[in-house]
């Protein structure tokens, strides 16, 4: 973080976001996919956080890990602080906060904060934040949202009591079969060809300069 910092210290509106404690790894998909698709610069997590061998993350991030800057912390707390220090304004969102963000200036470099799944921010992360805002939400969806959740839970809540012990594993959800094709060779080794570029070689294989010691 503190070398993207430097190597970018001339560009202007730079925009972070940074997660507190989010542990679900389809959550930090979703923040990352939305992320990216808002054009933030990087995402900032706690090392013990992110699930980086998590198919579930990679899954609803939808190939964005790739597209966007991760930078991961050891404490979000302190890397806050420090980016203060280089002029950023960190605006977390908290449901309890009155204002809205919408109606913000927006100008500058931003740390744009979310938090936890079950308590949301932090009291010691809100008091080093220069502003708080909450997501506004029309109240005349929550009937329809309510009752989505519902229809979810009821679908997860079947799925759970059917009795799967007789079950056999299935790579796929229909009864078919996968046809494969004969592997067939269609380019040969030819090391004389492949090393003809090489800068050093010797018996037939590529010379490369020592980066460890023995005693190592």
């Given at each position: 973080l503190k070398d993207y910092i430097k190597n970018n210290e001339t560009k202007k509106n730079i925009t972070l976001v940074a997660l507190e404690d989010?542990?679900?790894?389809r959550n930090i998909g979703s923040i990352i996919r939305s992320a990216v698709s808002f054009n933030m610069d990087g995402l900032i997590i706690k090392e013990r956080s992110f699930p980086s061998e998590s198919k579930l993350l990679y899954k609803s991030a939808s190939g964005c890990t790739e597209l966007i800057n991760i930078f991961q912390v050891s404490n979000i707390n302190t890397t806050l602080k420090y980016l203060k220090s280089k002029n950023f304004w960190v605006s977390g969102f908290d449901s309890e906060s009155?204002?809205?963000f919408t109606k913000h200036d927006w100008k500058g470099n931003n740390v744009l904060l979310f938090g936890s799944e079950n308590y949301g921010l932090a009291y010691q992360i809100k008091k080093n934040s220069d502003f708080l805002f909450r997501i506004n939400i029309n109240k005349?969806?929550?009937p329809s949202l309510k009752k989505e959740l519902e229809s979810i839970l009821e679908l997860v809540a079947k799925m759970d009591s059917v009795n799967t012990d007789s079950v056999v594993p299935m790579s796929?959800?229909?009864?078919?079969?996968?046809p494969l094709r004969k592997d067939k060779?269609?380019?040969?080794?030819?090391r004389?060809?492949?090393?003809?570029n090489a800068p050093l070689k010797k018996a037939g294989l590529f010379m490369v300069p020592k980066v460890i010691d023995e005693d190592a």
């Open positions: 989010v542990t679900d790894p009155k204002k809205d005349k969806s929550f796929h959800p229909l009864d078919i079969s996968q060779i269609t380019e040969k080794n030819d004389k060809n492949l090393q003809k």
